[in-house]
């Protein structure tokens, strides 16, 4: 079974890349909604939380772990790998290496929680994989509880989506990388602002191809989906066909639960 886990929606844009890359893989997501967000939280609760969630996964048979969540990796993934050695850990991360690669102007912007903008893991990436290349790193406060909730189709935050990527545009940036798992879900908002301008970059696809490689057996299963959240569960599976995948309800094995973790 592969677990897979974030602060709460955002994440799901991951398990569904995942559930496309191993459709027979068994898979359990864990939406820690009694938490989030985690963007406006400090490292220390973020950790506790990412060393909790992970060992329920981990006692609930997951051979394979994903941290779906930028903020999680950033401030806990080393964490949660010293804690269980033993098992295999993906995490997320913006990706500035394939915007990098890409840019034509040698400028690239990335929108991220607070906590992953301030990140020295951020930091490090930028100077790993952006050298010479302008990056600008952009704080979006609210932006996961919008997504939360579900206001997707709000016009004020429409509006502040606007004026957030103006001057990023305007200055040059190229590829738009969205660092938080949430955003991936604002892509209907997000695409007509840098429609001929920027493109979007998104890392769910590649965390898929890497599941694969490290799945091994987990692969082979009966391509099963375990919903838990920390609370609200019914909110989460509610949010399957609000966020565009009803297609995953039918692998439900059983009612979204709560867990304890
Ligand atoms: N989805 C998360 C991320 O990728 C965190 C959002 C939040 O809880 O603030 O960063």
Redesign the pocket.
Known sequence: MIGIF???L??LSVLAAIARALPQADLVYFADTAH??????DDAFIRARVLAIGGHLVERGCTLVVV???????AAVAAFRAAFPAVPVVG?EPGVKPAAKASRNRHIAVL??V??ARSERLARLIREHADGVRVDVAACPGW??KV?TLHLADPDFAAEVGRQLAPLLDAGADQIVL?????AFLAPLLEPVVAGRAALVDVADAVARQCVRLAGPTAHGRGRLHLLASAQPERLQAALPALGLHWLTPRLAQPAARAHA
């Open positions: 974030d602060s709460g955002g994440g989030v967000p985690y963007g406006d939280k779906a969540c930028n903020t999680a990796t950033a997320v991220a929680t906590s992953t996961a509880t939360e660092g938080c798992t949430h955003y």
